[in-house]
C-alpha cells in the first residue's frame, strides 16, 4: 500500500514538473506581451506594473492581425469539416466494404504519412499554378485538406476496425442504407475519436506556414503564422509587441483545446487501446 501511495505521489510530482515547464513560456510570454520596452528592461520576469493593452491595439491594427485572423478561420473552417467528412466516408468504405484492392489504398495513404511536406510543395505549387489557385483561399483549403487525409484515413479506420460488423448487420436488416449507417450508427459510435481529429486538425491547419507561405504572397490573404512571420520581422525591435503577436496566435488553439479536452483524450486513448 505504501509502494502505491509513493508511486503516485511521485508520478503525480514528475506530472507537475512536466506541466510547469510546459506552460512557463506560454506564461511568461503572455506577462511580457502586457508590458512596455522599458519595463521589460527593469523588470523581466515579473508581472507588468501597467497592463499595456495598448499593445494589442497595435498588433491587430497596425500588425495587420484581424486580417490574418479572418483569413485563418476562413481556411481553418472548411478543412477541418471536409477532412473529418471524407476521412470518415474513406475510412469507411476501406473497412466495411469488400473492396480487392483496399489493403492497396490504405497503405497508399499510410504512405503519405511519411512524406515531408519539403518533398511535395516544389511541385505543388506548380500544380496550383496551372489552376489559377495560387493566391486564393481555395487553393489553400484544397491542398491543406489533401495534406490531411492520409492522417485522417489513418486515425479513423483504426477506430472503424474495434467496431463489431454485426452493427452493420442488425442494420441493413433494418432497412438502413449506407448513409444512415454511417452518420447516425458509426459517426455517434466514435464521437470521441471523431472529435480528437478535428482538434489536430485545427492545430495543424492553424499553425500551418510553409503551404500559406508558398502558395499564399498576398498580404490580404495570409494566415496567422506567415503573417506572424512578416510581423516579427517588421517590429523585431519591440519584444513587447511580438509577445502580444505570439500571444494572439496561441491563444484560440488553447481555447478549443481546453474545451475538448475531455473528448480529444478518450478519443486518443480509444484509438490507442483499439489500435
Same mark, same amino acid.
Given at each position: 500500500?505504501?509502494?502505491?501511495?509513493?508511486? $503516485?505521489?511521485?508520478?503525480?510530482? *514528475?506530472?507537475?514538473?512536466?506541466?510547469? /515547464?510546459? %506552460?512557463?513560456?506560454?506564461?511568461?510570454?503572455?506577462?511580457?506581451s502586457?508590458?512596455? #520596452?522599458? &519595463?521589460?528592461?527593469?523588470?523581466? =520576469?515579473g508581472?507588468?506594473?501597467?497592463?499595456?493593452?495598448?499593445?494589442?491595439?497595435?498588433?491587430?491594427?497596425?500588425?495587420?492581425?484581424?486580417?490574418y485572423? #479572418?483569413?485563418?478561420?476562413?481556411?481553418?473552417?472548411?478543412?477541418?469539416? +471536409?477532412?473529418?467528412?471524407?476521412?470518415?466516408?474513406?475510412?469507411?468504405?476501406?473497412? =466495411?466494404?469488400?473492396?480487392?484492392? $483496399?489493403?492497396?489504398?490504405?497503405?497508399? /495513404? +499510410?504512405f503519405?504519412?511519411? !512524406?515531408?511536406?519539403?518533398? !511535395?510543395i516544389?511541385?505543388?505549387?506548380?500544380?496550383?499554378?496551372?489552376?489559377?489557385?495560387?493566391?486564393?483561399?481555395?487553393?489553400?483549403?484544397?491542398?491543406?485538406?489533401?495534406?490531411?487525409?492520409?492522417?485522417?484515413? =489513418?486515425f479513423?479506420?483504426?477506430?472503424?476496425?474495434?467496431?463489431?460488423?454485426?452493427? %452493420?448487420?442488425s442494420?441493413?436488416? &433494418?432497412?438502413?442504407?449506407?448513409?444512415?449507417?454511417?452518420? #447516425?450508427?458509426?459517426?455517434?459510435?466514435?464521437?470521441?475519436?471523431?472529435?480528437?481529429?478535428?482538434v489536430?486538425?485545427?492545430?495543424?491547419?492553424?499553425?500551418?506556414? %510553409?503551404?500559406?507561405? !508558398?502558395?499564399?504572397?498576398?498580404?490580404?490573404?495570409r494566415?496567422?503564422?506567415?503573417?506572424?512571420?512578416? =510581423?516579427?520581422? $517588421?517590429?523585431?525591435?519591440?519584444?513587447?509587441?511580438?509577445? +502580444?503577436g505570439?500571444?494572439?496566435?496561441?491563444?484560440?488553439?488553447?481555447?478549443?483545446?481546453?474545451?475538448?479536452?475531455?473528448? *480529444?483524450?478518450?478519443?486518443?486513448?480509444?484509438?490507442?487501446? $483499439?489500435?
Open positions: 500500500m505504501n509502494k502505491k501511495i509513493s508511486l $503516485k505521489i511521485i508520478t503525480y510530482l *514528475f506530472l507537475t514538473l512536466v506541466l510547469v /515547464f510546459a %506552460l512557463t513560456p506560454l506564461i511568461f510570454t503572455w506577462f511580457v502586457f508590458k512596455t #520596452k522599458a &519595463e521589460l528592461a527593469q523588470n523581466v =520576469f508581472l507588468p506594473q501597467v497592463w499595456q493593452f495598448g499593445n494589442f491595439n497595435r498588433a491587430w491594427e497596425q500588425g495587420h492581425f484581424g486580417t485572423y #479572418k483569413n485563418s478561420v476562413i481556411v481553418v473552417i472548411p478543412v477541418v469539416v +471536409m477532412s473529418i467528412v471524407l476521412s470518415l466516408m474513406t475510412s469507411y468504405a476501406l473497412v =466495411f466494404f469488400s473492396l480487392k484492392s $483496399k489493403k492497396i489504398i490504405l497503405k497508399l /495513404f +499510410m503519405g504519412l511519411a !512524406v515531408p511536406m519539403e518533398v !511535395v516544389i511541385q505543388l505549387y506548380y500544380h496550383m499554378f496551372s489552376l489559377h489557385l495560387l493566391n486564393t483561399r481555395i487553393g489553400l483549403i484544397l491542398a491543406q485538406i489533401a495534406l490531411s487525409l492520409p492522417f485522417g484515413v =489513418f479513423m479506420s483504426a477506430n472503424l476496425n474495434a467496431l463489431p460488423h454485426a452493427i %452493420l448487420e442494420a441493413e436488416i &433494418e432497412g438502413a442504407d449506407t448513409w444512415v449507417i454511417l452518420w #447516425k450508427i458509426i459517426a455517434p459510435l466514435i464521437m470521441p475519436a471523431i472529435i480528437a481529429c478535428a489536430f486538425f485545427f492545430i495543424w491547419t492553424w499553425n500551418e506556414f %510553409l503551404l500559406a507561405l !508558398v502558395l499564399i504572397s498576398k498580404e490580404n490573404l494566415t496567422l503564422p506567415v503573417g506572424m512571420a512578416y =510581423f516579427q520581422g $517588421k517590429y523585431v525591435g519591440d519584444i513587447p509587441l511580438m509577445a +502580444m505570439a500571444t494572439l496566435m496561441t491563444v484560440p488553439v488553447i481555447i478549443i483545446y481546453v474545451l475538448l479536452q475531455k473528448y *480529444f483524450i478518450s478519443g486518443i486513448l480509444a484509438g490507442a487501446l $483499439k489500435e
